[in-house]
C-alpha cells in the first residue's frame, strides 16, 4: 500500500521544493490583512499607555522594596 502511494506521488527535488515553499509562502501574504492608519495609530497608543503603567508598576514595587531594604539592614 505505501509502495502504491509513492509511485501515485512522485518525490519533489530541492528546487522543487523550494518553488513549492515560495507559493506557499505568497498564498498565505495575500491572505494577511492589514490595519488602516488609524488602526495602526490606535494600536500604538494602546501599547504605549500599557507599557508606560508597567513601568509604573515595576518603579513602584522596586522603590518599595529598596525602602524596606534599607529600613531592615539600616
Known amino acids: 500500500m505505501a509502495q502504491a502511494n509513492k509511485a501515485a506521488k512522485p518525490e519533489l527535488g530541492l528546487i522543487g521544493r523550494l518553488l513549492r515553499f515560495i507559493r506557499q509562502v505568497v498564498a498565505e501574504l495575500k491572505q494577511?490583512?492589514?490595519p488602516t492608519?488609524?488602526?495602526l495609530w490606535t494600536y500604538s497608543k494602546v501599547v504605549v499607555v500599557f507599557v508606560m503603567i508597567v513601568?509604573?508598576?515595576?518603579?513602584?514595587?522596586?522603590?518599595?522594596?529598596?525602602?524596606?531594604?534599607?529600613?531592615?539592614?539600616?
Not at 60 to 69: P, S
Request: no cysteine; glycine share 8%.
Open 37 to 39: 492608519r488609524e488602526e
Open 32 to 34: 494577511v490583512v492589514r
Open 55 to 74: 513601568m509604573a508598576f515595576i518603579f513602584g514595587v522596586d522603590w518599595l522594596v529598596g525602602k524596606v531594604v534599607m529600613a531592615l539592614f539600616a
